[in-house]
């Protein structure tokens, strides 16, 4: 009687010590923020924007990392960024907190400039949270990209940020049609490095047919759960085993940088996934 007692003994605390182990797992697949790093080099790029640091940041969905943001704000300070680009999922419409992403933004504005373009959380927001989102990037100092182009300066050089509303992603034609418009506005007497914020990566194809030397984009989460050897399960408008979920792709000469993001939406959990800043340099060839 005692041995097995002893036996049963030995196996709750075996079963409670793997579940405990898979909890630690998870909370960590969630909430231990890694960063990717990748060079970018065009002879489009003058002398003046050799070395310049961008952070990429997607898809939050208002969560929080640690007090007032202080280890996402922590993880951005350390690569000494010139500029902080946010593609899109600040905020999460299933649960909107507007103060929880600003609180972000608030500090992020601290380090270096910030420039936005909404993702479809973001659209699908209510009337007064749209307002409050808005008006508090304004007020903070935000760029807001609404299919818009900025000339970003340094020096004698400059590279052309072009910004697409997610709104205009939801149709190939409107995409197209925005796009001609930023190329036949840009001008240029020689050929500029052309930086494009888009929150969905699945439109690239349509992006490529531009003069876009990179694209940054979200939206796909990673694929949620990443698969050995396979990639990332399932992603908003690609479904199952979809094709740009995170890392680098090419097309035409256009380089696509996708974030896995750094909060969650429907699926509460990654798994093989966690959350992800990414730092681009940028490199005159």
């Known amino acids: 009687m005692q041995k097995t007692f002893g036996k049963r003994m030995v196996r709750l605390l075996v079963g409670l010590l793997f579940l405990f182990l898979i909890l630690v797992f998870c909370y960590c697949e969630n909430n231990l923020i890694t960063t990717s790093e990748y060079e970018v080099a065009s002879d489009k790029l003058s002398k ?37 680009v946010i593609t899109g999922d600040l905020i999460d419409s299933n649960h909107p907190d507007v103060e929880k992403g600003l609180l972000f933004v608030a500090e992020a504005v601290k380090i270096a400039p910030v420039y936005f373009v909404t993702g479809n959380h973001d659209n699908w927001l209510s009337d007064t949270n749209t307002y409050q989102l808005f008006r508090g990037l304004e007020q903070l100092g935000v760029t807001v990209l609404d299919d818009e182009t900025r000339k970003i300066t340094v020096g004698e050089g400059y590279i052309r940020l072009w910004g697409l509303d ?31 914020l888009a929150h969905e990566p699945q439109v690239f194809p349509v992006y490529a047919e531009f003069d876009v030397d990179l694209v940054l984009s979200g939206h796909a989460h990673g694929g949620q759960f990443r698969i050995p050897f396979i990639g990332g399960f399932v992603a908003p408008d690609q479904g199952f ?26 699926i509460p959990q990654r798994l093989l996934n966690r959350p992800e800043l990414v730092k681009i340099t940028l490199k005159c060839k």
Do not use: C, W
């Not at 240029?188 to 930086?195: H, N, W």
């Open 48 to 84: 003046d924007f050799d070395g310049t640091v961008i952070i990429h940041v997607s898809d939050l969905h208002n969560k929080l990392f640690g007090e007032n943001q202080g280890r996402l704000i922590k993880k951005i300070k350390e690569q000494n960024p010139d500029m902080i």
């Open 166 to 196: 997610d709104d205009t992603q939801a149709l190939k034609s409107k995409v197209r049609e925005v796009l001609t418009e930023m190329e036949e506005e840009a001008h240029d007497s020689e050929p500029a490095f052309t930086l494009l």
């Open 241 to 266: 085993l979809p094709e740009y979920t995170k890392g680098l792709y090419e097309e035409n000469g256009t380089l696509m940088i996708v974030s896995a993001g750094l909060g969650n939406s429907v």
